[in-house]
C-alpha cells in the first residue's frame, strides 16, 4: 500500500463550486470542526475585496494569527513547479514538446523508447502514462519521502515501461512532477527549492513558503495528526516539487491574488500561461474548470485546498492538520447551496439494474455502482458509498457532494459510460467488462466489534480500524486510513490494492485477531484488550 501525496479536487467527490448565498467558509468550518478529534482548521476567503481568515478545532495555538499557522500544503506545491516551467518556457530554456531525452544527461538510460518520447507538456498535464509512485522505494514508512533521492528516481526512470502506446490519458502521477521538477533545476541552473524562494515567492511576497522551515516558522508549524494519532512531518528530497512545501494561508492569499489578477503581479506572464488549458481541464499542473484555478494537497496528516475565482474575484483556502478531514468536507455545504437538482421518478430494481457495474476513470481510480436499499450507490477507488438519486433519463445526482453522473449509451442502447459532472469539469469514465462486485452492507452497529487496535508482525506495526460514515476504515502504521468492504461474513477487501482481511474469533464468538493477505502471504495481527 502505497501513500496519496494527494488526492485530486476532482475526484474527490467534493470542492469547487463556489456559494452564491451568505454561508461563509469560516461558519462552515466551525461546524465541520466539531467532528475533528485532534487539529485545527483554518480558512481564509477573499470576497468583496477584502480578506477573511478563521481557526476552529480542538487544538488551536496560542498567540499565532490564523493566517500566519504554518502547514504542510503538498500537492498544492505541484502548481509551483508547473510556474517554473512556464518560466523556462518564457526564456526558452525549455519547450512544453522537449522530450525526457532531449532535456536529461546523455547518461540517462531508457527502457521503454515510449518514456524517453515522454514530453514535459505530458508531465506537468499527468497525461504522460506514468504510475503515480516508482517502484523501487518502501513508502510504507512514516516519512515515505525522506529518503527517497534523484539517483534512485534516476533508477527507476531507467528501468520503467510504458503499458500502451497511443493518446495518452490523464493519471495523476508523483513521479512525473518529480521527475519535472528535476529538468526545470537543469535547464535554469539552481535547485528547486532555491528556484520556487527566489523565482516565485520572493516576488510575491511569499516569504512563509517554502521547503525547510525557518527556525522561527516552525515555532508556527502545527502538529499532524490523523484522526486521535499523532501522525509523522513529512520530508522531501527527489519528490519535493511534487509536494514538498509549508506555508500559510497569507501567503497563500497572495498567490491566489496573483493567479486572480496576474495582470498585476511581477509574474503576469509566468502566470497568464501556466493557466492556460495543455490537455483538457488541466494546464501547468493547475486544474482548470469554468472560471477556477484549483489544487490540493495531502501529506501523513495535513490537508489542504487553494481555489481561485478570478471572474468573481474569489479565493477560498482551507488548511487542515488531521488527514482524517478532508478540505471538501468544509467546502461541500458551501458548494450544495449553488447546486439545482429535482428528483425525477423513482426507479425499480429492475430500472436500475443496467446501471450497475464498474467504470474506469483514470488509471488508479474507478467508479463502482451497486444497487444498496432499492436505489443506486456510486463509490470513488479509496472512498465510501454514497447514494445517487434519480433526475432523468440516465441522470443521478447527489445533491450533499453537488455531482451528476451522466450515462451514455452507444447505438443498440446499452450503458458504455458514465460522465462525472462536479466542479465545472466533467470526467468521462468507460465501462469495464467486469462486473460489480457483491458487498455486504451491514447495519453500523453490527460493525463495531471489529473496531480496534491489532498488534501486527513486525512488532512495531499495528492495525487500527475504525468506524466512519457506516463503513470500517483501516490504519497500517505509516500509512492512511482506506476504507475495505465485506465481500463475505467476516472478511472484508481493500479497493485500492489486491488485499484482504479476514477476522478470526475465539470460543466465545468475541473477535480475538485478523488475518491480512496480501501478495501471497497470510498474516496474523492479534486484537490488543481493551
Not at 263 to 289: H, N
Amino acid at each position: 500500500m502505497k501513500p496519496l501525496l494527494h488526492v485530486l479536487a476532482w475526484l474527490s467527490f467534493g470542492s469547487a463550486l463556489f456559494a452564491q448565498k451568505a454561508l461563509t467558509l469560516a461558519a462552515s468550518a466551525q461546524s465541520i470542526a466539531k467532528n475533528l478529534p485532534r487539529g485545527c482548521i483554518v480558512t481564509g476567503e477573499w470576497r468583496d475585496g477584502k480578506a477573511v481568515y478563521a481557526i476552529s478545532g480542538p487544538d488551536k495555538p496560542a498567540k499565532v494569527p490564523a493566517e500566519k499557522i504554518v502547514f504542510e500544503i503538498g500537492s498544492i506545491s505541484k502548481t509551483f513547479t508547473g510556474l517554473l516551467l512556464a518560466q523556462a518556457v518564457l526564456e526558452k530554456k525549455l519547450t512544453f514538446e522537449t522530450t525526457l531525452k532531449q532535456a536529461l544527461d546523455a547518461k540517462q538510460a531508457f527502457a521503454d523508447d515510449k518514456v524517453a518520447a515522454i514530453t514535459l507538456a505530458q508531465l506537468t498535464t499527468h497525461t504522460s502514462g506514468l504510475p503515480r509512485m516508482p517502484d523501487n522505494a518502501d513508502f510504507s514508512v512514516a516519512d515515505p519521502y525522506g529518503t527517497y533521492d534523484v539517483k534512485k528516481l534516476g533508477e527507476w526512470l531507467a528501468s520503467v515501461k510504458l503499458e500502451k502506446a497511443g493518446p495518452p490519458e490523464l493519471s495523476y502521477s508523483n513521479a512525473g512532477v518529480a521527475i519535472l521538477g528535476h529538468v526545470i533545476e537543469r535547464a535554469l541552473g539552481d535547485s528547486w527549492a532555491n528556484l520556487v524562494r527566489d523565482r516565485l515567492c520572493k516576488p510575491l511576497g511569499m516569504l512563509d513558503t517554502m521547503p525547510v522551515p525557518t527556525a522561527e516558522m516552525r515555532q508556527r508549524l502545527v502538529p499532524p495528526f490523523d484522526g486521535k494519532a499523532e501522525a509523522h512531518e513529512w520530508t522531501f528530497k527527489a519528490f519535493a516539487p511534487a509536494g514538498g512545501l509549508r506555508s500559510t494561508a497569507a501567503d497563500l492569499m497572495l498567490f491566489g491574488r496573483a493567479l486572480n489578477h496576474p495582470e498585476a503581479s511581477p509574474l503576469r506572464e509566468v502566470i497568464q500561461l501556466a493557466v492556460k488549458p495543455l490537455a483538457e481541464g488541466i494546464g501547468c499542473c493547475f486544474f482548470l474548470g469554468d472560471d477556477v484555478i484549483a489544487h490540493n494537497g495531502g501529506t501523513g496528516g495535513y490537508r489542504t485546498l487553494l481555489e481561485a475565482k478570478p471572474k468573481a474575484d474569489q479565493i477560498r483556502l482551507v488548511l487542515i492538520n488531521n488527514a482524517e478531514m478532508e478540505p471538501v468536507m468544509v467546502t461541500r455545504p458551501l458548494d450544495r447551496e449553488g447546486f439545482k437538482a429535482v428528483e425525477g421518478p423513482k426507479l425499480s430494481e429492475a430500472e436500475l439494474k443496467p446501471y450497475i457495474g464498474i467504470f474506469q476513470l483514470d488509471k488508479q481510480a474507478k467508479l463502482t455502482f451497486v444497487i444498496r436499499e432499492g436505489a443506486l450507490w456510486c463509490k470513488l477507488t479509496g472512498q465510501a458509498f454514497l447514494p445517487y438519486l434519480h433526475e432523468k433519463k440516465d441522470v443521478f445526482f447527489h445533491r450533499g457532494v453537488a455531482a451528476r453522473l451522466i450515462f451514455g449509451r452507444d447505438a443498440n442502447g446499452a450503458i458504455t459510460s458514465v460522465t462525472l459532472d462536479q466542479n465545472n469539469q466533467k470526467q468521462v469514465a468507460e465501462r469495464l467488462d467486469e462486473k460489480a462486485p457483491e458487498y455486504l452492507f451491514r447495519p453500523a452497529k453490527e460493525l463495531e466489534e471489529f473496531t480496534g487496535v491489532y498488534d501486527f508482525f513486525p512488532p512495531d506495526k499495528i492495525f487500527t480500524i475504525e468506524l466512519r460514515r457506516g463503513l470500517l476504515f483501516v490504519q497500517l502504521t505509516g500509512q492512511p486510513f482506506l476504507p475495505v468492504f465485506e465481500t463475505k461474513k467476516g472478511t472484508f477487501e481493500y479497493d485500492v490494492v489486491f488485499a484482504s482481511i479476514e477476522f478470526e474469533r475465539d470460543e466465545a464468538g468475541k473477535i480475538k485477531r485478523l488475518h491480512i493477505t496480501q501478495n501471497g502471504l497470510k498474516l496474523p495481527a492479534l486484537k490488543r484488550a481493551k
